[in-house]
């Protein structure tokens, strides 16, 4: 157990909806970030906050949109849902020093 | 940009048997990591290299990182059917206030009997 929570483990919606994906990051992390794993593109990095502010963004489409709250906690919304937005999606956190980043345990997004 | 290359792709051992799996990338980085994913499972960190020359063992599993010439390899000793799984090396891409990861595309292992 890597200590970082995500919610929930799995979703199943319809193409057009929006979701929200929640996590919460190890105890005393301040940085969290979210990854993309599909078959056909791998793992990718979507984006970063540190500390409740945008640090770094990757391959994140326009209809996706993430924020950290005062307590830590990051959500991602992604919305207007397309069949190819299937895919796990990953929440990671680290702490300073080696910028080694904990991984949660992944929600699993199908869109019908 | 950086990219993140690992070989091979898919590697089918036998019981007992040594082999190394490679990660190359493309631009200056002097921190990679070694992950194992389990299907359907999230990611566990195995090896943190944090300079050139560094080298970490674990049980059946050895890494080591050539900054130089931006290589890291994994190699695995006297393979048992518990290490089938897939191996991602990731680096760390720096930028912000301490950098995302980019990814290899995993090397999924076989080990048979």
């Known amino acids: 157990d890597s200590g970082v929570t995500q919610t929930p483990k799995h979703l199943i919606t319809a193409t057009g909806q929006r979701v929200t994906l929640r996590c919460s990051p190890r105890?005393?992390?301040?940085?969290v970030y979210w990854y993309q794993q599909s078959l056909d593109q791998g793992l990718q990095f979507l984006i970063q906050?540190?500390?409740?502010?945008?640090?770094a963004k990757g391959n994140i489409l326009e209809r996706f949109s993430a924020q950290q709250f005062p307590d830590l906690h990051s959500e991602l919304n992604l919305s207007s849902l397309e069949l190819g937005d299937s895919a796990l999606y990953f929440c990671?956190?680290?702490?300073?020093?080696?910028?080694?980043?904990?991984f949660g345990p992944g929600t699993r997004l199908t869109v019908l | 940009e950086l990219k993140v290359e690992q070989n091979p792709l898919f590697l089918s051992m036998q019981e007992g048997k040594n082999y190394t799996i490679y990660c190359n990338y493309s631009?200056?980085?002097?921190?990679l990591y070694w992950y194992r994913q389990d299907p359907g499972k999230s990611l566990e960190s195995l090896f943190v290299?944090?300079?050139?020359?560094a080298v970490k063992q674990e049980g059946r599993l050895m890494a080591s990182l050539d900054t130089k010439a931006r290589l890291s390899t994994l190699h695995i000793t006297a393979a048992v059917h518990d290490l089938s799984a897939t191996y991602f090396c990731?680096?760390?891409?720096?930028?912000?206030?301490?950098?995302?990861?980019?990814f290899g595309k995993g090397t999924k292992l076989s080990v048979k009997p």
């Open positions: 290299l944090l300079s050139n020359g």
């Open positions: 906050y540190y500390n409740g502010e945008e640090r």
């Open positions: 631009t200056t980085s002097d921190r």
């Open positions: 105890s005393g992390d301040l940085s």
């Open positions: 990671a956190s680290s702490g300073v020093g080696d910028n080694e980043q904990f």
């Open positions: 990731a680096v760390l891409n720096y930028g912000g206030s301490q950098g995302n990861l980019i």
